[in-house]
């Protein structure tokens, strides 16, 4: 079973000198961060503030192939974690109803569905896998400005 996602927050973690993309549950109390490299924190970032650049990027070229041959992204699914690594999904609708998953990166898969405005869901098993006390404890302590903007 899938939960449906929202970007909470996108951060910088000192302690890993990565980016944290914080996803919340929408209709529940689950959190889950995703440790992601600065391009592609810059790529969201750009996407959620609406910012268009002179020329597309790799994300934007992507909605811009799927908008060119008309299909659709239906959705993104963030799949499953093996050894600390997240793996997603991509699911593109062909025009016939049937939809194929792309394999892709997570931070990959979030920065294509902003840009396409497609829901993001997180299978319950990696929801449950990163059950981490530490990093709960190091969540909730997080303040509104440690959400700033990272570019």
């Known amino acids: 079973m899938v939960k449906q996602m929202k ?17 919340k549950e929408i209709n529940g109390n689950n959190t889950l961060p995703i440790w992601i490299g600065k391009p592609e924190a810059d790529s969201i ?3 959620l503030g609406k910012i268009v650049t002179p020329r597309p990027l790799t994300h934007d070229l992507i909605k811009n192939v799927v908008d060119g041959i008309k299909m659709k992204v239906t959705k993104i699914v ?13 699911y593109i609708d062909k025009g016939d109803g049937n939809e194929i998953p792309i394999d892709s990166r997570p931070s990959d898969a979030i920065a294509v569905a902003i840009r396409i405005n497609a829901p993001i869901f997180v299978d319950e098993s990696v929801i449950e896998h990163k059950n981490n006390d530490e990093l709960e404890d190091w969540l909730k302590k997080l303040k509104p400005e440690d959400f700033g903007n990272i570019m």
Do not use: K
Request: charged share 15%; hydrophobic share 50%.
């Open 7 to 23: 970007i909470e927050g996108l951060l910088f973690d000192p302690r890993s000198n990565m980016y944290i993309l914080l996803l």
């Open 78 to 90: 963030i799949t499953e974690i093996v050894d600390n690594t997240y793996y997603a999904g991509i």
């Open 45 to 47: 970032a750009l996407a």
